[in-house]
C-alpha cells in the first residue's frame, strides 16, 4: 500500500542485530518494497553506522540525511496528526 509519507524502522544494533541486516541486505528486494511505498517522503530510523556498510542499505543511506533526534523530539513527530504509515 502506498503512503504520502512512510516511516521505515530498521530495528537492528551493530551487536545483536548484525545476522538479520545482512539477511535484509542479501537482495534488494525487502528494502526496495518499503522505500518504494512512499510517495513523496520517507524517514528511516536505524543505526546509521551500522547499515551504511551493508550492501543496497549504503545507497540508502547516502541518499538520506542523517539528524540525530533525541527520544522526546522523535515521539512527538511519531504522535503528531501526520499521514504516516509504519511499514
Do not use: H, M
Request: charge should be negative; hydrophobic fraction near 40%.
Amino acid at each position: 500500500k502506498e503512503a504520502n509519507e512512510v516511516i521505515l524502522i530498521l530495528g537492528c544494533d551493530s551487536e545483536a542485530g548484525y545476522g538479520a541486516a545482512k539477511w535484509v541486505c542479501n537482495k534488494p528486494n525487502i528494502l526496495n518494497v518499503a522505500v518504494s511505498r512512499a510517495k513523496y517522503r520517507i524517514c528511516v530510523i536505524g543505526d546509521y553506522t551500522l547499515w551504511k556498510g551493508l550492501p543496497y542499505a549504503n545507497v540508502l543511506c547516502n541518499k538520506l540525511t542523517q539528524i540525530e533526534y533525541n527520544r522526546e523530539r522523535l515521539s512527538e513527530l511519531l504522535t503528531d496528526d501526520n499521514d504516516f504509515d509504519i511499514i
